[in-house]
T-cell receptor
Framework: GESVGLHLPTLSVQEGDNSIINCAYS??????FIWYKQESGKGPQFIID?????DKRQGQRVTVLLNKTVKHLSLQIAATQPGDSAVYFC????????????FGQGTTLQVKP | DAGITQSPRHKVTETGTPVTLRCHQT?????MYWYRQDPGHGLRLIHY???????DKGEVSDGYSVSRSKTEDFLLTLESATSSQTSVYFC???????????FGPGTRLTVT
């Protein structure tokens, strides 16, 4: 079946370092991907998205890379701050054209001061 | 939270009772979604709506029904709550099928 997974459940980084969160997806028909951040007790917050006609997209301190050959997605956070501590989810649209998203399990990012 | 409110934010109810959760948006987005979030399962889609009175099932729709009589409101009903429906429920909205979804603050439901 369709699935979106993450390589590491927890990532611990030093404040000021760059963070890289990885995600593998299984459906080659997916053409839209999103990264979300979820802080404790809150709803997921949209960070950045990318479509399959792109390999890279940059936002404020974040970059998403898409490698369609190996079906891999990554989120890079520059100069990680304590406020970046959260669970990060990737999601893909799968093979449907209904707006449904398939979410991964999430990676916990811990930022050490 | 992108103009999305959910009510109630917390609810404790007994097994067998009906429960209705409400999602209200002020963004005029066409698409609305209900997800549940459980440890070890991540976010799973329950039902979604692609317009007023237009709804469809997600991957975990058994035991749930939805209604959308206005663009801004999307209701999720548990006809007879069970302990397995204890979860955190999130509503999300989006402008289209290949666009981002914005999530509400969530409702924590406990079924005893």
């Amino acid at each position: 079946g369709e699935s979106v997974g993450l390589h590491l459940p927890t990532l611990s980084v030093q404040e000021g370092d760059n963070s890289i969160i990885n995600c593998a997806y299984s459906n080659s028909a997916s053409d839209y991907f999103i990264w979300y951040k979820q802080e404790s007790g809150k709803g997921p917050q949209f960070i950045i998205d990318i479509r399959s006609n792109m390999d890279k997209r940059q936002g404020q301190r974040v970059t998403v890379l898409l490698n369609k050959t190996v079906k891999h997605l990554s989120l890079q956070i520059a100069a990680t701050q304590p406020g970046d501590s959260a669970v990060y989810f990737c999601a893909e649209n799968g093979s449907s054209n209904t707006g449904k998203l398939i979410f991964g399990q999430g990676t916990t990012l811990q930022v050490k001061p | 939270d992108a103009g999305i409110t959910q009510s109630p934010r917390h609810k404790v109810t007994e097994t067998g009772t009906p429960v209705t959760l409400r999602c209200h948006q002020t963004e005029n987005h066409r698409y609305m979604y209900w997800y549940r979030q459980d440890p070890g399962h991540g976010l799973r889609l329950i039902h979604y709506s692609y317009g007023v009175k237009d709804t469809d099932k997600g991957e975990v729709s058994d035991g749930y029904s939805v209604s959308r009589s206005k663009t801004e409101d999307f209701l999720l009903t548990l006809e007879s709550a069970t302990s397995s429906q204890t979860s955190v429920y999130f509503c999300a909205i989006g402008p289209g099928v290949v666009y981002e979804q914005y999530f509400g603050p969530g409702t924590r439901l406990t079924v005893t």
